[in-house]
């Protein structure tokens, strides 16, 4: 069986400032590690990924997640938050050895204040 | 490049009332298709997915059936609508080389009144 947890239901964060959205995950084979990001009453954005490689790995829009084996972890960051950033952002993982289906996290808030 | 079409993008239907929503890819051939409901709130819940023409897996039992006349067409439907298929449906679309994730549509917001 495979899972995603997003431990916090908002972040809040000045703008300028440094962002972590946290993941975690479990699943019985390698995992495949997902982040997007949802705006008011749209679909869902493709931001990143980690398949094999690099732990650290780097998406659309300035945002980066590092993949931790041992912590089973992938944590959204971004150096310098935008207010532009504001919009609900969800983990997703699939696991090597299931099939197609990514399981998503329930999604975190993020709220960047000017 | 890849797009993904969904329509309508919002729906208002009474209790008992047939659903069809349509979701179609461009760009793309033999894509895998999926359709998801997210409740208010945020979660998203996978209902269906396809692999190809005519195969459809569906995730959870539901008011709803999904079906997938063509390479890259994917409808989801239902004969008698539930005040609990309120939602917001999206349809997304994997199977680029090498990837493993999916794009998604637009959506559609059915409201059953």
């Known amino acids: 069986a495979q899972s995603v947890a997003q431990p916090e239901d908002q972040v809040n964060v000045a703008e300028g400032n440094p962002l972590t959205v946290k993941c975690t995950y479990s699943v019985s084979g390698n995992p495949y590690l997902f982040w997007y990001v949802q705006y008011p009453n749209r679909g869902l954005q493709f931001l990143l990924k980690?398949?094999?490689?690099?732990?650290l790995v780097k998406g659309s829009y300035g945002f980066e997640a590092e993949f931790n084996k041992s912590q089973t972890s992938f944590h959204l960051k971004k150096p310098s938050a935008l207010v532009s950033d504001s919009a609900l952002y969800f983990c997703a993982v699939r696991d090597s050895n299931s099939g197609y289906a990514l399981n998503f996290g329930k999604g975190t808030s993020l709220l960047v204040t000017p | 490049s890849q797009t993904i079409h969904q329509w309508p993008a919002t729906l208002v239907q009474p209790v008992g009332s047939p659903l069809s929503l349509e979701c179609t890819v461009e760009?793309?051939?033999?894509?895998?298709l999926y359709w998801y409901r997210q409740a208010a709130g945020r979660g998203l819940q996978l209902l269906f997915y396809s692999v190809g023409i005519g195969q459809i897996s569906s995730e959870v039992p539901q008011n709803l059936s999904a079906s997938r006349p063509q390479d890259r067409q994917f409808i989801l439907s239902s004969k008698k609508l539930l005040l609990s298929d309120s939602g917001f449906y999206l349809c997304?679309?994997?199977?680029?080389?090498?990837?493993?994730?999916?794009?998604f549509g637009p959506g559609t917001r059915l409201t059953v009144t």
């Open positions: 980690y398949i094999t490689g690099d732990n």
């Open positions: 760009g793309t051939s033999n894509p895998n």
């Open positions: 997304a679309w994997s199977g680029t080389p090498g990837g493993y994730e999916q794009y």
